[in-house]
């Protein structure tokens, strides 16, 4: 995720990070990156907070309840890299997000 972070703000994107620690969120944003704590607001509170006129390119490596608050939040003619879905890797079928 870091990497995609340093990749994008080279390409000159706003970027927005999440993590789940004030440590990490701190580490984020001490270098150049606007992020929040998904452990202490909802990832769609986050991105609303922080997009509220939406995304136009996301990347995840995640899954879950984070690629699909992003696809909430992509505009029309939005892209969406997906590199995984770890919060998904150990959860049965049957309880898996429909994303």
Do not use: W
């Not at 136009?56 to 969406?80: Q, R």
């Amino acid at each position: 995720g870091l990497i995609a972070c340093h990749s994008f703000k080279h390409l000159g994107c706003r970027v927005i990070g999440s993590a789940g620690s004030k440590e990490k969120v701190e580490m984020l944003k001490s270098q150049g990156f606007e992020a929040f704590n998904y452990k202490e607001e909802p990832v769609i509170e986050g991105l609303k907070r922080l997009c509220p006129d939406g995304i136009n390119v996301c990347f995840d490596n995640v899954g879950g309840e984070t690629l699909e608050a992003m696809l909430d939040m992509l505009n029309d003619g939005g892209v969406v890299a997906v590199c995984g879905a770890i919060s998904e890797y150990d959860t049965r079928p049957a309880e898996r997000r429909g994303v």
